[in-house]
């Protein structure tokens, strides 16, 4: 089975600090993605990457970056964060036609 | 760009009665299509998908969805729903070409009711 590991499922961190998630895959996926997940608003996408090195912008990408330095691994950063990036974030993996699969999501809040 | 609309934010339903959650997208060039479901607490799975071939393709725990290209429309269906279909579903497309961005709904809510 795919395994998507996200580094943490709740985090608390204060406003202005950086913050970096780290999502790791194990089945040598080509595309990893970056989303998060509010009440009412389904998954927006932030990032996504399509190789290594390679990102594109998602729908929400501001007072985001990302980094995918080797294959398995995608990292999301907050440079300074503020509340209202208080939300879910999930990280997903795809092998084109198979579907994603995601990690189980970290729960971010920012004080 | 592509995009999806799922048209019922929450639907309601009693135990063993059918139901339909409706998905509709928007796309310039051909499409994969995807159903997930979110229980309570959980990540997302895949129920189901569709790549090519007969439209209607069916998934776990029950669940079809039927492919319609005029109407680009993806819905999902259950003839008898249980209580443990409680859960939020969520509509997916993926270009088959160019930049792989997978694009979701904004989500439905379906509640089994006793």
């Known amino acids: 089975d795919v395994k998507v590991t996200q580094s943490s499922r709740y985090l608390v961190k204060r406003t202005g600090e950086k913050v970096f998630l780290e999502c790791v895959q194990d089945?040598?996926?080509?595309?990893m993605f970056w989303y998060r997940q509010d009440p009412g608003l389904g998954l927006r996408l932030i990032y996504f990457s399509y190789d290594v090195k390679m990102k594109e912008k998602g729908d929400i990408p501001e007072g985001y970056s990302v980094s995918r330095e080797k294959k398995e691994r995608f990292s999301l950063i907050l440079e300074s964060a503020s509340t209202n990036q208080t939300s879910m974030y999930l990280c997903a993996s795809s092998l084109l036609g198979a579907g994603a699969f995601f990690g189980q999501g970290t729960r971010l809040t920012v004080v | 760009a592509q995009s999806v609309t799922q048209l019922d934010s929450q639907v309601p339903v009693f135990e063993e009665a059918p139901v339909e959650l409706r998905c509709n997208y928007s796309s310039s060039v051909s499409v994969y299509l995807f159903w997930y479901v979110q229980y309570p607490n959980q990540g997302l799975q895949l129920l189901l998908k569709?790549?090519?071939?007969?439209?209607l393709v069916k998934g776990i725990n029950g669940f079809e969805a039927e492919f319609n290209k005029s109407q680009t429309s993806f819905h999902l269906r259950k003839p008898s729903v249980h209580i443990s279909d409680t859960a939020e579903y969520f509509c997916?497309?993926?270009?088959?070409?160019?930049?792989?961005?997978?694009?979701f709904g904004q989500g439905t809510r379906l509640t089994i009711n006793p």
């Open positions: 997916a497309v993926i270009s088959e070409r160019g930049a792989q961005k997978l694009v």
């Open positions: 089945m040598d996926h080509e595309n």
């Open positions: 569709y790549l090519s071939g007969s439209t």
